[in-house]
């Protein structure tokens, strides 16, 4: 008798012997592949011991951060104070800054006020190119 020549039944399953492999490789590739986002916070340098150094009144701009996020610029000793939005900081501290280069921002806020409210004041202060900024809760 003549040997038929069976046809081998392709198997309709897909191998599982190596996916493992496969998987743990995938997983390697993508950790190592994968590039994280620093947070972008701000560049605040910090003092490393609290030291007190005695400021002339006449060097201070006080903006004192409102719960309703309006700020009150009150300079130096002087009792008049001026409200304003956080807009205006840049103009106003600009003008500060152009008649005493020593001034010191000292930012006030209130404990209750939104963090945003201290965020927007900072950035103001930054645009007008202040190096010198002291930062308080208001009641310290």
């Known amino acids: 008798m003549p040997m038929?020549?069976?046809?081998q039944r392709v198997s309709d399953e897909i191998p599982t012997a190596s996916m493992a492999d496969i998987a743990f490789l995938l997983l390697v590739f993508f950790l190592t592949?994968?590039?994280?986002?620093?947070?972008?916070?701000?560049?605040?340098?910090?003092?490393?011991?609290?030291?007190?150094q005695e400021v002339s009144p006449?060097?201070?701009l006080f903006l004192i951060i409102q719960r309703d996020g309006s700020v009150i610029v009150r300079r130096g000793e002087?009792?008049?104070?001026?409200?304003v939005a956080y807009r205006q900081i840049e103009g106003i501290l600009r003008q500060e800054l152009a008649a005493n280069e020593n001034l010191i921002a000292a930012?006030?806020?209130?404990?209750?006020?939104?963090?945003r409210h201290m965020i927007n004041v900072l950035d103001e202060v930054k645009k007008a190119g202040a190096e010198r900024i002291s930062l308080q809760m208001v009641g310290e």
């Open 4 to 7: 038929l020549n069976r046809k």
């Open 33 to 52: 592949t994968t590039v994280f986002n620093e947070e972008k916070g701000l560049p605040i340098v910090l003092p490393e011991e609290k030291e007190e």
């Open 107 to 115: 930012i006030k806020t209130d404990p209750e006020a939104p963090y």
């Open 78 to 83: 002087s009792e008049q104070e001026q409200v």
């Open 58 to 60: 006449k060097n201070l």
